[in-house]
C-alpha cells in the first residue's frame, strides 16, 4: 500500500473519530444544561410553594387569634347581640383546613329612633345593607391582619421549623431528594436564622425566594437554599455516556497506534529492502572476484607460475574470508533477534580486554593513517562478560571509525576508561564525518544506515550497531552516542562491575 493511501485512510479516520468524540461530548452537554433548567424550575416552584404556605400559616393563626377574642365578646353581650359566622378554607399539604371566623354586631336600635319605619324598608334594602355592613367589617378585620403582623420582627413571623418542614415536602414532591442548607435574612442582608447543620459548600451556587412579598420592603425576608450535592445529581444523568464515551477513546488511541504500527512496520519494510540492496552489493563483489579467479586457474600459462597460482588463491581465500565474514554478521543479528544466542560469561578484566584488541586493530589503523591513543584511568576493570561478544563489540565500533573517517584529515582514535558510581566506562571517540541529530537516535536500529545517496563507499548492512546495543544490553549495561556533524562521534558504554552485582 501506498503512503499516500495510508495517510489519506487515516485522516478520514481520524477525523471521523474527532467527530464522533465532539457529537458525544455535546449530547452530555446538552443532557447536563437541561438537567439543570429541570432542576432549577423544580426548586423555584418548591421555594414558591414554601413561602406561599408561611403567608397562608400566618393568617390562619392571626384569624385564629381574632375568633378566639370574638368568642369572648360573644359571651359578653350574648343577650340582644348578634352573630355573624364567616368560613375560611385554607389549603396546606393538599387538605383543605376550615376555619370559622364570628363577627359581632351589637343590637339594633329600636326603629322608633331611626325614625323609618320596617315597612317601609324593602327586603332588597336590608340585605344590601347587610352586605356592605359585612363587608366593611371584613375588610377591618383583613387591615388588621396585615397591619398588626407587619408590625412584628421577622423571626417572631416565621416558624422556622415549620418552614423545614414545608422545604422537604415540597421538595420531595418536586423529585427533588437531596441534603439542603438554607438561611433567612432580612431585606438589608442582616441574616436572623441558619439551619443547625449548615455547610458552605455548594453555597457559590444558591437560590433566593422572596418571602412576604406582598409587605413593605423593608418588612420582607430572603430565603437562601443550596445543595452540596447538587453537582453529583445533575452528572447523575450521565453517567450511562461514561463507558460509550471511555471505549470511543480506547478505539482512539488503538487507531493511532495502529498506524503508527503501519509506518513502523513499512520503514522496516523499506529498511529491510535497504538491507537486501547493501547485501547484493556486498556478496557479489566477492562472488564475482572469486568467480574471476577461477577462471583465470583454468588458464594453463597461470597454473605453471608460481608466483601467479599463489596470488590467486590467495585472493579467492581472501574473498572467501570476507563472504563468510559478512554471513556471520547476518547469522549473529539473527540468532539474537530470536533470543537463541547463549552469552558464555566468565569474570574477566576489561583493561587487559581492551589492550589486546587495541594492539591487533592499530595495524588498520595505521595502514589508513591513523593514530590510536590510549587512556587508561578505570581503577577497577573486574566484570562479569561474555569475553568473544565483547571483544566483537569494540572491534565493530573501532571498525566503524574507520569506515567513517575523513578524507581531508588523518583518523585519531581515542579509547578512554574510567569508573563511576560502582561502573566500568568505556568511550571509543573519533574524528570522522559525524552523524546528524536526525539520524543518531536511530543509528541502533536493525538495518538502518545513514544514507550517503547511491554510493556504496561504505560496506556493511546496517546490523553492526543492532548487534553492539544487544550485547551491551545482555550485560546488563548502556551505550549511548554523541556525535556532530563534521566533528566526530563518540560511543560511551557503562557495565556494571563485578563486585556491584
Request: aromatic share 8%; with cysteine; net charge neutral.
Amino acid at each position: 500500500m501506498k503512503k499516500s493511501t495510508i495517510v489519506i485512510l487515516g485522516f478520514i479516520m481520524s477525523c471521523s473519530f474527532l467527530a464522533l468524540l465532539s457529537l458525544q461530548v455535546r449530547y452530555i452537554e446538552e443532557i447536563v444544561s437541561m438537567r439543570h433548567e429541570q432542576f432549577d424550575e423544580s426548586v423555584k416552584r418548591s421555594l414558591y410553594n414554601a413561602a406561599h404556605k408561611l403567608e397562608l400559616y400566618e393568617t390562619m393563626r392571626y384569624l385564629e387569634k381574632d375568633v378566639a377574642e370574638a368568642e369572648i365578646a360573644d359571651q359578653l353581650n350574648r343577650h340582644g347581640a348578634g352573630v355573624v359566622t364567616h368560613h375560611y378554607d385554607f389549603k396546606s399539604d393538599g387538605k383543605v383546613s376550615s376555619l370559622e371566623m364570628r363577627t359581632i354586631i351589637m343590637p339594633q336600635r329600636p326603629q322608633q329612633e331611626k325614625n323609618i319605619p320596617e315597612a317601609s324598608r324593602s327586603l332588597q334594602d336590608v340585605i344590601r345593607s347587610r352586605y356592605v355592613h359585612q363587608r366593611a367589617l371584613m375588610d377591618e378585620v383583613i387591615y388588621k391582619i396585615l397591619y398588626t403582623a407587619s408590625k412584628q420582627p421577622l423571626e417572631k413571623r416565621i416558624n422556622f421549623q415549620a418552614l423545614d418542614r414545608d422545604l422537604r415536602a415540597e421538595l420531595l414532591h418536586n423529585g427533588i431528594d437531596l441534603p439542603y442548607h438554607f438561611t433567612v435574612s432580612t431585606s438589608d442582608g442582616r441574616e436572623i436564622y441558619r439551619c443547625a447543620d449548615y455547610e458552605k459548600e455548594g453555597e457559590e451556587h444558591s437560590y433566593s425566594q422572596i418571602l412576604f412579598s406582598n409587605d413593605p420592603p423593608n418588612k420582607m425576608g430572603v430565603l437562601k437554599i443550596h445543595f452540596p450535592t447538587m453537582n453529583s445529581y445533575i452528572f447523575s444523568s450521565v453517567r450511562f455516556m461514561i463507558p460509550a464515551l471511555f471505549f470511543t477513546v480506547v478505539l482512539c488511541i488503538a487507531f493511532i497506534f495502529t498506524l503508527y504500527v503501519i509506518f513502523r512496520q513499512k520503514k522496516v519494510t523499506e529498511l529491510k529492502n535497504d538491507f537486501i540492496n547493501n547485501m547484493t552489493h556486498e556478496f557479489k563483489t566477492p562472488i564475482s572476484t572469486i568467480s574471476l579467479a577461477s577462471q583465470m586457474l583454468t588458464d594453463g600459462s597461470v597454473t605453471k607460475s608460481p608466483q601467479m597460482l599463489q596470488h590467486i588463491t590467495g585472493i579467492i581465500n581472501d574473498e572467501t574470508k570476507r563472504l563468510r565474514f559478512q554471513v556471520e554478521k547476518v547469522l549473529q543479528i539473527s540468532l539474537f533477534d530470536q533470543q537463541k544466542a547463549t552469552m558464555k560469561m566468565c569474570e574477566l578484566d576489561a583493561g587487559e580486554l581492551l589492550t589486546g584488541v587495541v594492539n591487533t586493530f592499530a595495524l588498520k589503523v595505521e595502514k589508513n593513517g591513523g593514530t590510536i591513543a590510549t587512556q587508561m584511568e578505570a581503577q577497577n576493570s573486574k566484570i562479569f562478560a561474555d569475553e568473544m561478544h565483547l571483544t566483537n563489540v569494540v572491534f565493530n565500533l573501532m571498525d566503524n571509525a574507520v569506515k567513517y573517517k575523513r578524507d581531508d584529515e588523518p583518523l585519531r582514535l581515542t579509547i578512554h576508561t574510567w569508573n563511576e558510581h560502582g561502573k566500568f566506562c568505556l568511550s571509543i571517540q573519533d574524528n570522522g564525518i559525524g552523524i546528524k541529530k536526525e539520524n543518531l537516535r536511530r543509528i541502533f536500529d536493525r538495518f538502518y544506515r545513514v544514507h550517503t545517496g547511491n554510493l556504496h563507499d561504505v560496506k556493511g548492512f546496517g546490523l553492526g550497531l543492532a548487534y553492539v546495543k544487544k550485547v551491551i544490553q545482555d550485560h546488563h549495561g548502556s551505550i549511548r552516542a554523541e556525535s556532530e556533524l563534521g566533528v566526530g562521534t563518540k560511543f560511551i558504554i557503562v557495565i556494571p562491575l563485578l563486585n556491584s552485582k
